[in-house]
């Protein structure tokens, strides 16, 4: 019986012993998760640890994703101290431009279009009120001409009316207006010559009417549309205009041609048409300075500047920069520039800042050339196409 007790305290020794060592190697088979190589920590664990094994992955969150990013901005900042080559923009498409920006121009005109309106639902339309139609159209700087044109023309029509509805009025004010706009100019900037590329625009302008601004708005209207362009600094009288220019240039991927500080501006003009032809370009913009006190300083300058591009292709289109704000002043900028220059296009800018919109009829008439484009804000695609309805229509509102 003795030896029996015995072999069971035995059995019960060993088959201890054999279940310790199982139980120890199993816990030996669970050794914590050994860290990461490349710690995961943008993927929180599926499953919360427990025991001892959480504790190193509550430890691992603390190196947020911001630390572990770290290196990684660093190393973009390394890349930033590389000349980083300018993001270049895309331009708006051209087309229906005015349409975007009819708002802007009610309301710098909405003067006009009402107090016509309003003078004419008169139910007496006596030769007062016709005086004050043609005053509130001269204040518009419509002109004389063109004034006694549209009050001659109402009137007739008016008569022969009778009775008159606003909307009537309102048609036949419309009719009458387009008619001293006039529908049937050509209003397209000429950029494609028959013979050979590049085409040539060379934009003329007293300083600050936007000449360079108008340059550079130009260049994108013309990247909006597919061409390719070079821009030519020949406005060398303010240094900061050739730098306001290539800025402009790089924005939209279009290569500038700069001289040196008071340079000869027909020099640069006639680097920047070579440089375009050596590139293929589609077109070159020649920026100029116009910052000239006499006629026959500016009739040399303009001149030379032409005779000189000229002698490498003939000009395309040459454009007269005017400041819609100056009113009567711009008149006789016009007249002088179109002395010393075969100006072949307008663009009225600052449309935006003045109720005085009727300056397009008069500077047409003036000039004999049709106003082509207009600005109508400091915004980069603030400069559109000219088109007589969608002008009009913002004259007297809808
Ligand atoms: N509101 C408004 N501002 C404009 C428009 N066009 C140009 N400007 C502003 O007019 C100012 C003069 O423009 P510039 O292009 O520097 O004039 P500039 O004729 O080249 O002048 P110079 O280089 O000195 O000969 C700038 O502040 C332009 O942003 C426009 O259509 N509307």
Do not use: C
Request: no cysteine; proline share 7%.
């Amino acid at each position: 019986m003795e030896i029996v007790i015995l072999l069971v305290v035995i059995a019960v020794v060993v088959i201890g012993a054999l279940g310790g060592l199982v139980v120890g190697s199993r816990r030996r088979k669970q050794p914590p998760p050994p860290p990461p190589a490349t710690p995961d920590i943008t993927a929180p664990p599926a499953e919360p640890h427990v025991g001892d094994e959480a504790e190193t992955p509550r430890e691992e969150p603390r190196r947020t994703i911001e630390e572990v990013d770290l290196p990684d901005t660093s190393g973009a900042v390394a890349v930033e101290e590389r000349p980083a080559a300018p993001e270049i923009e895309i331009p708006e498409p051209a087309a229906g431009r005015l349409v975007r920006l009819r708002a802007r121009l009610s309301r710098s005109q909405n003067a006009l279009g009402k107090g016509l309106l309003t003078l004419l639902s008169r139910e007496h339309l006596d030769d007062d009120t016709w005086e004050e139609i043609e005053d509130t159209l001269l204040t518009a700087d419509v002109g004389v001409q063109p004034t006694q044109e549209l009050v001659e023309g109402l009137r007739e029509r008016v008569k022969v009316l009778g009775t008159r509805t606003p909307a009537e009025l309102r048609g036949l004010l419309r009719e009458e207006l387009l008619k001293l706009v006039g529908t049937d100019m050509d209003r397209t900037v000429k950029t494609e010559p028959e013979a050979s590329k590049p085409g040539i625009v060379m934009v003329v302008g007293v300083n600050g009417t936007g000449k360079t601004t108008t340059t550079g708005k130009l260049a994108r209207v013309l990247v909006a549309d597919g061409r390719t362009v070079v821009l030519g600094a020949a406005d060398t009288f303010r240094a900061a205009a050739a730098d306001q220019l290539q800025t402009w240039g790089e924005r939209v991927g279009a290569y500038t041609v700069r001289g040196p500080e008071a340079g000869d501006p027909a020099s640069v003009a006639f680097d920047a048409v070579k440089e375009g032809k050596e590139m293929g370009t589609d077109v070159v913009l020649i920026d100029t300075a116009g910052r000239l006190h006499t006629k026959t300083g500016l009739m040399d300058e303009l001149g030379k500047v032409k005779r000189v591009v000229e002698k490498q292709a003939p000009l395309d289109e040459i454009l007269l920069v005017l400041d819609a704000t100056t009113g009567q002043n711009g008149l006789v900028q016009a007249r002088v520039f179109a002395e010393v220059v075969d100006i072949t296009g307008i663009v009225l800018t600052k449309l935006d800042g003045t109720a005085k919109g009727g300056i397009v009829i008069a500077v047409q008439r003036e000039l004999g050339v049709p106003v082509k484009l207009v600005g109508l804000g400091e915004g980069a695609d603030d400069l559109a196409p000219f088109e007589p309805e969608a002008f009009v229509d913002a004259l007297i509102g809808e």
